[in-house]
């Protein structure tokens, strides 16, 4: 019977832009594609919104989603070939995670700010929109003058 080896993994994973209005989805989606894998999650966290060095899908900008866990080494091929598969993800990567400790792992744990971002973001649609048209319509007084 082959050994079962336990190993601590990074994992990136890159979503268009478009799922910045529901961070929702994405952390669920990244929680679905490891727990198919049954991996144990240690931190994850949004990392960054930021645009891309060349268009990936037609994608001009991504969100980028950041995990540490602990699985299989054997399953990790399943996990990756979920992300592959997925229709959500531009791109994902997986690497061992042995240059960090455990509490260096743990510090990254980010979901309490991402879950406050995702109540501000729902809380805040119609503010964004008014301050949008208001934007907009100065920089159109600016343009006629």
Not at 73 to 86: C, N, P, T, V
Request: glycine share 4%; aromatic share 6%; charged share 30%.
């Amino acid at each position: 019977m082959a050994d079962i080896r336990i190993n601590a993994y990074e994992g990136m994973f890159l979503f268009p832009q478009t799922v910045a209005a529901d961070l929702q989805s994405a952390t669920d989606h990244v929680l679905e594609i490891l727990s198919k894998g049954d991996a144990e999650i240690i931190s994850l966290c949004k990392w960054d919104e930021r645009r891309l060095a060349y268009d990936i899908k037609g994608n001009k900008r991504g969100v980028y989603f950041l995990t540490y866990f602990k699985c299989d080494a054997q399953k990790l091929s399943m996990i990756e070939r979920d992300a592959r598969l997925s229709e959500k993800l531009l791109r994902s990567m997986m690497t061992r995670a042995d240059h960090l400790s455990p509490e260096q792992m743990t510090a990254m744990e980010g979901r309490q700010q991402l879950s406050d971002e995702i109540a501000l973001r729902k809380s805040q649609p119609a503010t964004e929109a008014a301050t949008t048209e208001v934007v907009s319509a100065s920089a159109a007084v600016v343009v006629t003058e």
